[in-house]
């Protein structure tokens, strides 16, 4: 409960819990997603680059449905009544998701088929409807038919016989109706479109002038059919005999969250195994897309075959499962993309020539040594600005083979298929180190790859850990320990984001290499935290989750309350993907209430309710959406000018203080600190894809008529990358 100041002799009090100051998760994060898709609307946006964001925004949609969704319908099944702090039941998120989601689905396929479908023919990208191909093409079609698709195929009938086929998980299928013409019966099949093919079929390139006659001089035309279409107008191979009478286009998305009992499973692994091969199978469907011109009759029998209600089918004009089209992000036309970026490579790691290969016949040259670097000063990294093989791969790749390196330990989240980083720590196991790596076996949707990875480092002699009971492990860190002529010491890298090659180059994240001898300890006992027993509660540095990072977060609050109330002034300066946290919120409202300024940047969900009257009138929300992904996390707190500036792993979610393992580190060198600092201010500044978040919800788009003064944070933190590098 918090208090305000005394009217007409009376106090008026705020409940700090009342859902009015609260929005709700499920639809801040539906907002979110529709700030990606407005990429795809934005006509500033170069053309496949909108391709790709309605891809991402119909890939996003899909696993909220698979987890969000479909655990929301679980609670209703299980009759939970228990309400959010927005003061909804799950129905009543279930309903409002409905509400919210169909017009804008319905918005991304009509402006697809309205707008960008014409563009992409103005720019020689024809996507063709079977009817539209001449005889030469559909000559082509059926070969390809005969030849490539149709081995593949398998129609299943539905009659007494043959029961409703199991429907898998993200499937886009054709509802066959034909007739047998010798008895006038009617029946129903499904055919399954294989996804092992590519999504879009590609005709034979052609190359045209503008009058239409071939010449060697002119553009290249080029030309798909949907995969679907070119099955659709070959079903007599697959039902020959019978009249084919209609087919119709429809997909599903099934439960695809794992529940996991920890504390049953006696071999983590052989665990998450287990529910892997359940997820293929898929749990209840909790969506269904169709194409809206499909019959009554039809749609009611899948609908009842799928135990869905009608809000739970969304019907769109034209193509089911867009997220295809980031296929199309292939095509070699530079001029439709983005310009290429080429990551930076810092002036620490410019110099240090090639990595030793052989570690027992090495002498590093100490003006070229990666170590000697760090031992020097504090390195700050911003990826994608920065180079993630140039820095951290590089990091990791020396130690492997450094002689002097003993161990290295590391936490691994995500990483790639063909991960640099993981075969680096297997050579630093071939090569004699100790290499201690906790792969978190439950990071959703990578559990596979990295059940992989994990079999593979076992097999050469790395120590392996599953995680902690309970929790996952989403730290970023990785921690190097090499003798030295002064005796052991400890080189560390803190980030914000996964090791992982390929988002690196996608994904805004920061990372901190240092030999800091506290941050070093803190490190070492965090590791011993996560793979044997410790019930460490004390770090000197540290900010860790599920032990101190809330109770750390609120008391830095409380510093900048205090404050204000002394007169000093207040001041915090948050970025981070999300903020859910009740007891977090509660606490920047009442920072809010003592005068404290408070500028957050928040890519997703946010849930605090900004530029509401004695409640959170100091506090201004932006989410900036754009060609990266932002994915750091910044945390800037005043301190009377004393001022303290942290990166980390963590957001500002109960699933992250509370059942995840985290670490937040200080940034403690002065010039790095600032370079912090600018970076916030520059996002802060961003007129060109940052959004306000209004009292009501509802987030406003930045706009600069004059493209002079158009300040994008991405392309402003290119240029002073590229400024550094020269």
Not at 103 to 108: E, G, L, R, T, W
Not at 454 to 469: I, P, Q, S
Not at 694 to 703: F, I, L, N, W
Request: hydrophobic content about 40%; aromatic content about 8%; proline content about 6%.
């Amino acid at each position: 409960m918090a208090k305000t100041k005394k009217t007409q002799g009376k106090t008026t009090e705020i409940n700090l819990k009342d859902p009015q100051y609260y929005f709700n998760r499920e639809l801040s994060w539906v907002e979110f997603n529709y700030r990606v898709l407005y990429e795809a609307l934005d006509e500033r946006t170069p053309l496949l680059e909108r391709l790709k964001f309605l891809a991402i925004f119909s890939s996003n949609l899909d696993e909220f449905f698979m987890v969000r969704v479909a655990g929301l319908k679980q609670q209703v099944e299980a009759q939970v009544s228990s309400l959010t702090p927005d003061g909804r039941t799950p129905q009543e998120q279930l309903d409002a998701i409905s509400d919210r989601l169909h017009p804008i689905v319905a918005q991304q396929h009509h402006h697809f088929h309205t707008q960008l479908r014409p563009l992409l023919v103005e720019h020689g990208i024809h996507i063709l409807d079977y009817m539209d191909l001449n005889q030469e093409q559909r000559t082509y079609l059926q070969r390809f038919f005969e030849e490539e698709i149709f081995p593949v195929l398998t129609p299943l009938a539905v009659d007494p016989g043959h029961p409703f086929p199991y429907i898998s998980n993200l499937s886009l299928n054709l509802a066959v109706v034909v007739k047998d013409p010798e008895t006038e019966q009617e029946y129903f099949a499904r055919v399954k479109v294989p996804r092992v093919l590519p999504r879009f079929v590609q005709l034979p390139l052609q190359v045209r002038d503008s009058s239409g006659s071939q010449s060697p001089e002119t553009r290249k035309l080029w030309q798909f059919v949907p995969l679907e279409q070119a099955i659709a107008h070959n079903l007599e191979f697959l039902f020959p005999g019978m009249n084919i009478l209609e087919y119709h286009p429809f997909r599903i998305t099934r439960n695809a969250d794992i529940a996991l009992e920890e504390q049953e499973a006696d071999d983590l692994l052989l665990a998450i195994e287990q529910e892997l091969r359940k997820r293929r199978v898929g749990g209840s469907v909790v969506r269904m897309e169709i194409q809206a011109d499909m019959p009554t009759s039809v749609r009611e029998m899948l609908t009842q075959e799928m135990g869905l209600t009608h809000h739970e089918v969304y019907k769109v004009e034209g193509l089911l499962g867009l997220g295809d089209l980031m296929s199309f992000m292939s095509l070699p036309l530079p001029e439709l993309k983005d310009p290429p970026w080429n990551p930076v490579i810092p002036p620490p790691f410019r110099n240090l020539g090639e990595l030793p290969q052989d570690p027992n016949n090495v002498e590093i040259d100490e003006t070229e040594d990666l170590f000697a670097a760090i031992r020097a000063r504090d390195l700050l990294l911003h990826h994608p600005y920065h180079s993630f093989a140039a820095t951290v791969q590089r990091f990791i790749t020396q130690a492997a083979y450094d002689p002097a390196v003993l161990a290295i330990k590391m936490t691994l989240y995500r990483t790639s298929g063909d991960s640099p980083i993981v075969n680096a720590l297997i050579a630093a196991a071939e090569n004699g180190k100790q290499v201690a790596v906790l792969v978190e076996l439950k990071a959703r949707f990578d559990e596979e790859n990295n059940i992989l990875w994990a079999r593979k480092l076992e097999k050469v002699g790395v120590h392996v850990v599953y995680g902690l009971v309970g929790l996952k492990t989403h730290t970023k860190t990785a921690m190097v320990v090499r003798r030295e002529t002064d005796g052991i010491r400890r080189y560390v890298h803190i980030g914000t984001g996964n090791y992982n090659p390929k988002t690196a180059r996608i994904y805004t994240d920061l990372g901190l290499i240092t030999c800091r001898d506290d941050l070093g300890a803190d490190l070492t006992d965090l590791f011993n935290y996560l793979t044997g027993y410790s019930r460490q509660r004390s770090y000197r540095k540290l900010l860790v989750a599920p032990v101190n990072i809330r109770d750390r977060m609120m008391a830095l609050i409380q510093r900048e309350i205090e404050n204000c109330k002394n007169g000093l002034g207040g001041r915090i300066v948050a970025k981070m993907n999300s903020l859910v946290d009740q007891k977090i919120i509660a606490k920047l409202y009442e920072a809010s209430r003592a005068g404290v300024k408070i500028d957050l940047i928040v890519r997703g969900i946010c849930c605090l309710r900004p530029g509401v009257a004695r409640v959170s009138e100091n506090i201004r929300i932006i989410s900036i959406v754009g060609r990266y992904l932002e994915h750091s996390r910044i945390f800037y707190f005043h301190n009377n000018g004393d001022e303290e500036v942290f990166i980390g792993s963590a957001d500002w979610m109960p699933r992250n203080l509370n059942r995840r393992v985290e670490a937040i580190a200080p940034v403690e060198d002065p010039d790095l600190s600032k370079d912090l600092q600018e970076i916030l201010g520059i996002m802060l500044a961003d007129n060109r894809q940052a959004w306000d978040l209004q009292p009501d919800g509802s987030y406003v788009k930045r706009r600069c008529e004059d493209k002079a003064s158009e300040q994008s944070s991405h392309n402003i933190l290119m240029e002073m990358a590229l400024q550094q590098g020269h």
